[in-house]
């Protein structure tokens, strides 16, 4: 069965002032995908993210949703085929959790009303994915990075979009919390949705993705994740040597020490 193509870029080029991040990504991203986004640090993840979401200009290319051009998408188009959940949370005033995850289901509402007791069970069962029940009634200001995180991936779940990106999920996570978050965008991407993820973890793209998108400073290389976590690869983009560890849960891989 053909799936849906969710995201196509065009000879897409970022910059940040005189700097070349990114040059020429011809990229699509399908429905059941899981891609991890992989480079050095300040090599362009985020930028890219941001910039396929439509929060970005590129210095030159094209992006397009299933509805067309992101650029001419109306905030709730949007808002309906894509999701991003940025590095860091920044709250203006305090909230309770469950309200605060509420958000997500403001690309379905028109005007102004209160949320229902559906609403709310909706909330607690995204919350519950992620391992947040007990927080429904927290302050937001009063989480920790990892616990504010959740919350934001719980209310990316409520929004349900088409296309899940997200940057750095796994960066404030303790280990447990980072399986739970990786299976579950393996999980949405598995249930017909696309999913994005900036990551540093290699190990954790390893095993949790379907594809990988590995950026390096002259160069980048899409694919499965097989065809592209490769030593001569990952020395490519990283400069510097990798080991391949064989285990029975697979390939893993660790810098070098020679």
């Not at 559906?118 to 995204?126: E, G, L």
């Not at 739970?180 to 949790?208: P, T």
Request: hydrophobic letters at 45%; a negative charge.
């Amino acid at each position: 069965m053909k799936r849906a193509t969710l995201l196509t870029t065009d000879k897409l080029t970022l910059r940040t002032g005189a700097a070349s991040l990114l040059t020429d990504l011809d990229w699509q991203v399908h429905q059941g995908e899981f891609w991890c986004v992989l480079g050095k640090n300040g090599i362009g993840k985020s930028t890219l993210l941001h910039t396929v979401a439509g929060l970005l200009a590129p210095a030159s290319g094209h992006r397009h949703a299933t509805d067309g051009d992101v650029a001419g998408l109306t905030p709730r188009q949007l808002a309906l085929w894509r999701g991003l959940v940025a590095q860091q949370q920044f709250d203006a005033f305090s909230c309770n959790v469950l309200d605060s995850v509420m958000a997500g289901l403001h690309p379905y509402r028109t005007g102004w009303g209160w949320h229902d007791a559906a609403d709310r069970r909706a909330a607690a069962d995204v919350l519950g994915l992620l391992g947040m029940t007990a927080y429904a009634d927290a302050d937001v200001m009063r989480l920790s990075g990892g616990e504010r995180q959740r919350v934001a991936i719980a209310t990316l779940l409520l929004q349900a979009p088409q296309l899940y990106l997200l940057d750095e999920p796994a960066s404030h996570q303790d280990v447990a919390a980072q399986q739970v978050v990786m299976r579950l965008l393996r999980e949405l991407a598995d249930d017909e949705h696309g999913v994005v993820a900036s990551m540093h973890d290699i190990n954790l793209a390893a095993r949790f993705a379907t594809h990988v998108l590995l950026i390096g400073e002259r160069s980048w290389w899409s694919g499965e994740v097989n065809e592209v976590l490769r030593p001569d690869v990952l020395q490519a983009a990283f400069d510097c040597r990798f080991d391949v560890i064989d285990s029975a849960r697979g390939k893993w891989f660790a810098p070098s020490s020679a």
